[in-house]
C-alpha cells in the first residue's frame, strides 16, 4: 500500500545521539514512520495520493514539543494590547493609550505581558497608568499571569474598594489607608475582575485559538503537554479536531486547586484518559505556591522583602494526601513549584506517595526557579520530572541581579536561577517549555534560551548563570526524547524511529551546530503532525 508521505534527500538526525543516521529518506503511513531507507527505495513507496517533498539537505527532527504551555485559555488572555516589549513606564503608556483611542465608549480594555521591572523601585500600581486609564475599565495581566493591574473603573465594577480574605494565598493590594492599589495578586483576586469583564464567545474563542495553534505549527511545533483545561478548553479541543483545525497533539492536565474536595479529586480521576484522537486529558496540573516576583512563592527562608512565607495550599499536608490519592489511582501529577520550600514540599509528598507502592506514574515539577543543591539531586532518586522554562530566566531577570526577582531573592538564592545544567547533570530529566502565553512559544527561541539564557531582546548583554546553560544536544533532547519520557511514550514519540509516531519538524540546518545567539532565527521548513504537512514553507 502506497505511504501517505514520502520526505527525500533529508538529514535525518538522532536526538540521542546527536549524529545523523545513515538514511536520507523518511516514508510515513497511518501517522507512522514506516520506512527509513534512500531515496531511491523510499520513492518507489510512493503512490498517486502520496505527498512527496524533496527536502533538498533540510534536517529532520522528531517533533518538537512544548512542555508547559496554556494554549485555549492563553489565547483567550492574549487578547488586546501586548505589553511584553515595553521596557519602561512610558513605553507602557503609550502603548495603552493607541489601544485607549481605538475603544468604543465604555469598552473594557485588556492587555498582556506587563513587566513589572517598568515600576523600578516603586511599588507596581495602577495609579501610574491612571492618566492613561482614567474612566476606562481596564484590566491588564502581568507577565507571570498571576497577578493584574485593574483600574479605579474596573474595580468599581468589581466591587471591589478594601482587602478582602481568600482561602489561597491571594491579596487585593492596598496602600496604608486600606484602598486598593489596582494590583490583584493570584487567581482567587484576579478573577473578582475577570467576572465582570467581557468574555470571547465559543466562536470567538475558537478562531482565536486556531490562529495560535497555526502559529505554533508555524514554529516548529507538534505537541504540547497543556497544563490547564479551564472553561471551555476541552470542548475547543474537540472542535478543532472535528473541523481539521488542530494542528498539535496535546495532553493535558486540568487544575486541581487547594481545597478540592473528595468529589473533585475523584471527578478529576474519571476524566483521566478522555479526548480524541490528538487530544487528551493525562495528569492533573497542581499549585504549591504562586511567584517570586509577586511575593507569593513559597521559600525557605522570607525573600528581602518579608514575604513569600506559605504554601499555596492552606495546609500542605492535605496537598500531599491528594498527591497520594492520583497516584495511586495512577494519575500523574505537575506542581508548580517556584521556591524552594516548595519544591521541597513536591518531592516529599512524591517520596510519600511512592512509598505507598510505585504505580508507574511519572510525576513532574513545573519551573523550579530557586533550589538548594540537595533538592537537586533528589530528582532523579525519586523519578521526578523537571519542567523548566530557561526563558524566563533570559526575558525577565538580569546577570547583575538588578531586577525585582533577583532583588527580591538576594544574592545567594538568586545566584542559583533555573539550574537546568545542575538538574541534568544529578540525572533528572529536564523537559522544557515556554509557559506560553507567559514567554514565547517558538520552540527554537526556548532552546536558545537554554543554551544562551540571555535576553532575546539584546544578545550581547551578560548571560544570568552561564554555568547552568545546556548545551545543544541537551536542549534538543529537552524538547523531543525527554517530553516523550515524562509522557510514558518514549516507545512511540520522541525518535526518528520505524513504528514511532510521524511527528517532525524539519529545519534549514543543523540545531546542533548553529551557533546559539543564531538558533531562534533557524527557518522551520516544514511541521508534520501524524504523517500530515500541517505547516511548509515557500522554500519547499
Known amino acids: ?11 535525518l538526525l538522532d536526538p540521542v545521539t546527536g549524529e545523523l543516521l545513515p538514511h536520507s529518506a523518511l516514508a510515513a503511513d497511518g501517522g507512522r514512520i514506516t520506512h ?15 505527498t512527496v517533498i524533496d527536502l533538498k539537505g533540510a534536517v529532520v527532527t522528531p517533533g518538537f514539543v512544548d512542555g508547559h504551555l496554556h494554549p485555549v485559555s492563553g489565547a483567550e488572555r492574549t487578547t488586546g494590547v501586548d505589553l511584553s516589549a515595553c521596557a519602561d513606564l512610558a513605553a507602557v503608556r503609550e502603548a495603552l493609550a493607541r489601544e485607549a483611542s481605538r475603544l468604543a465608549p465604555g469598552a473594557w480594555l485588556r492587555g498582556w505581558g506587563l513587566d513589572p521591572n517598568v515600576f523600578g523601585d516603586a511599588p507596581v500600581g495602577a495609579a501610574a497608568l491612571e492618566p492613561v486609564l482614567n474612566g476606562i475599565p481596564a484590566a491588564i495581566d502581568l507577565f507571570d499571569a498571576h497577578s493584574m493591574l485593574a483600574s479605579a473603573r474596573a474595580l468599581e465594577l468589581a466591587g471591589i474598594d478594601g482587602p478582602r480574605r481568600f482561602e489561597q494565598a491571594a491579596e487585593i493590594v492596598c496602600d496604608a489607608d486600606g484602598r486598593p492599589t489596582g494590583l490583584l495578586l493570584e487567581d482567587a483576586a484576579c478573577e473578582l475582575v475577570d ?57 493535558i492536565a486540568p487544575w486541581c486547586q487547594p481545597g478540592a474536595d473528595a468529589d473533585a479529586v475523584a471527578g478529576l480521576i474519571r476524566l483521566q484518559g478522555t479526548g480524541g484522537r490528538l487530544w487528551r486529558v493525562a495528569g492533573v496540573k497542581m499549585f504549591m505556591d504562586g ?36 497516584h495511586r489511582a495512577g494519575v500523574p501529577t505537575a506542581t508548580h513549584a517556584i521556591g524552594d520550600a516548595a519544591v521541597r514540599h513536591v518531592l516529599d509528598s512524591v517520596e510519600k506517595a511512592l512509598a505507598h507502592g510505585d504505580t508507574g506514574v511519572r510525576h513532574r515539577v513545573e519551573h523550579i ?14 523519578g521526578v520530572v523537571a519542567s523548566m522554562q530557561p526563558t524566563h530566566c533570559c526575558e525577565f531577570t538580569r546577570a ?30 529536564v523537559v522544557l517549555g515556554s509557559d506560553w502565553p507567559i514567554a514565547p512559544y517558538p520552540p527554537l527561541a526556548v532552546m536558545a534560551g537554554g543554551r544562551h539564557r540571555r535576553p532575546s531582546r539584546d544578545l550581547t548583554r551578560p548571560p544570568h548563570g552561564a554555568e547552568q546553560a545546556l548545551t545543544p544536544l541537551r536542549a534538543l533532547q529537552a524538547v523531543t526524547v525527554n517530553p516523550a519520557w515524562a509522557a510514558g511514550e518514549e516507545h512511540e514519540a520522541g525518535r526518528l524511529a520505524v513504528g514511532h509516531r510521524a511527528d517532525l519538524t524539519v529545519l534549514a540546518d543543523n540545531p546542533l551546530t548553529v551557533a546559539d545567539t543564531d538558533l531562534a532565527g533557524l527557518p522551520v521548513l516544514l511541521t508534520v503532525l501524524a504523517g500530515r504537512p500541517t505547516h511548509r514553507d515557500a522554500a519547499l
Open 1 to 11: 500500500m502506497p505511504a501517505d508521505l514520502v520526505l527525500l534527500s533529508a538529514r
Open 36 to 50: 527509513l531507507g534512500d531515496d531511491r527505495e523510499t520513492r518507489a513507496l510512493a503512490g498517486p495520493a502520496t
Open 195 to 251: 467576572a465582570v469583564a467581557p468574555r470571547p464567545t465559543a466562536a470567538e474563542l475558537r478562531e482565536r485559538t486556531a490562529a495560535v495553534l497555526r502559529g505554533m505549527a508555524a514554529a516548529g511545533l507538534t505537541g504540547g503537554h497543556a497544563m490547564d483545561a479551564n472553561g471551555d478548553s476541552l470542548a475547543v479541543y474537540e472542535a478543532l479536531e472535528a473541523s481539521g483545525d488542530l494542528p498539535l497533539r496535546f495532553r
Open 291 to 326: 511567584t517570586i516576583d509577586n511575593g507569593t512563592a513559597w521559600l525557605e527562608r522570607p525573600d528581602c522583602h518579608g514575604e513569600s512565607t506559605h504554601a499555596f495550599w492552606p495546609d500542605p499536608h492535605e496537598y500531599t494526601r491528594v498527591v497520594d490519592e492520583l
Open 369 to 382: 526557579e530557586t533550589v538548594p543543591d540537595d533538592t537537586v539531586h533528589r530528582f532523579a532518586r525519586l
Open 400 to 429: 547583575d541581579h538588578t531586577d525585582n526577582w533577583s532583588r527580591r531573592l538576594g544574592e545567594e538564592r538568586a545566584s542559583r536561577a533555573w539550574r537546568c545544567r545542575d538538574l541534568w547533570e544529578a540525572g533528572a530529566r
